[in-house]
């Protein structure tokens, strides 16, 4: 028993920090994106005896998403976006990186859920379509679907950027 204990928590240890940064990514919320991971993590504690070593990983993921699937239908309150971002900047990052950071950020926080947690699968997270589909519990064309209207807007709201992936295309 204690080396299940210690196998579960030498995990939460190792992947937390890139659950975090997906799940604030989804959430746009630095205290949601906790919650959510802290929901994941108990919850995969809970199978860690069924769960096939090396996929917890992909298996706490996969809860992220579906939950937040589900607090995305439970909520009823339209939210509001404002104009200012709280956040500070952190040390060593030049003012263009940060204006970039927010930028995009503000740009991914106008996409609705579903988008902006098909593009966070598809380029965060380096998924293709058939998987993206599966978490979401969607169709590959809802997928694409959602797929091209995000990058559309995204195109839109950061013309910049799209300058800049010229280059690299």
């Known amino acids: ?64 998403y579906h939950q937040q699937i589900s607090w995305w239908r439970r909520r009823k309150v339209n939210e509001q976006l404002s104009e200012t971002i709280a956040d500070t900047p952190s040390r060593g990052d030049s003012a263009e990186d940060v204006a970039l950071q927010l930028t995009v950020r503000k740009a991914l926080l106008q996409l609705s859920k579903t988008q902006r947690a098909v593009v966070i699968l598809r380029f965060f997270e380096d998924r293709d379509v058939a998987e993206t589909a599966e978490i979401l519990g969607c169709a590959q064309g809802t997928v694409k679907t959602h797929t091209f209207r995000a990058l559309g807007h995204l195109r839109k709201a950061l013309p910049e950027l799209a300058d800049a992936m010229k280059g690299n295309v």
């Not at 906790?34 to 809970?46: C, F, G, N, P, S």
């Open 1 to 64: 028993m204690p080396d299940i204990a210690a196998e579960f928590t030498e995990f939460a240890r190792t992947h937390t920090p890139s659950l975090l940064r997906a799940a604030f990514l989804i959430t746009g919320d630095q205290h949601l994106a906790e919650d959510l991971v802290q929901t994941a993590l108990a919850r995969t504690h809970r199978a860690w005896r069924r769960i096939e070593e090396g996929n917890a990983p992909a298996y706490t993921r996969k809860i992220m």
